[in-house]
């Protein structure tokens, strides 16, 4: 059985760093690609990267600059590093994790962690 489990969200101020960590088991992990979504009160799951093996999607104009992603295969992880964080950042993260190759489409993901609420004051 599939299963992810997103950790590091938190209450941070603007300017911060937080590092959002995907971990995953039941699964070929080299054989998938990771996405890391945000969705903020009010508003549709937002996509934020992809990640696969040997690579990686562009970030939104929304977060270029300061958010990196990382992957250990070894430890079947994905890591989320935000840095200048903005009021305006806050929302729950999901990793999610599907067979092949990436997408920006929500539909095309068919494992999804709990979640974890990154919460930015101004």
């Known amino acids: 059985q599939v299963q992810l489990v997103e950790s590091g969200g938190g209450l941070v101020q603007a300017g911060d760093s937080l590092r959002l960590s995907c971990a995953a088991s039941g699964l070929t992990f080299t054989n998938y690609a990771v996405g890391w979504f945000r969705q903020a009160p009010g508003k549709e799951r937002e996509f934020v990267v992809a990640?696969?093996?040997?690579?990686?999607?562009a970030f939104p104009d929304s977060v270029k600059g300061r958010f990196t992603v990382s992957r250990d295969n070894a430890k079947n992880t994905v890591s989320l590093q935000m840095n200048s964080l903005k009021p305006e950042d806050t929302a729950v993260y999901f990793c999610a994790a599907r067979y092949g190759s990436w997408s920006t489409n929500t539909n095309d993901y068919n494992h999804w962690g709990q979640g974890t609420q990154v919460t930015v004051s101004s």
């Open positions: 990640s696969w093996t040997g690579g990686r999607t």
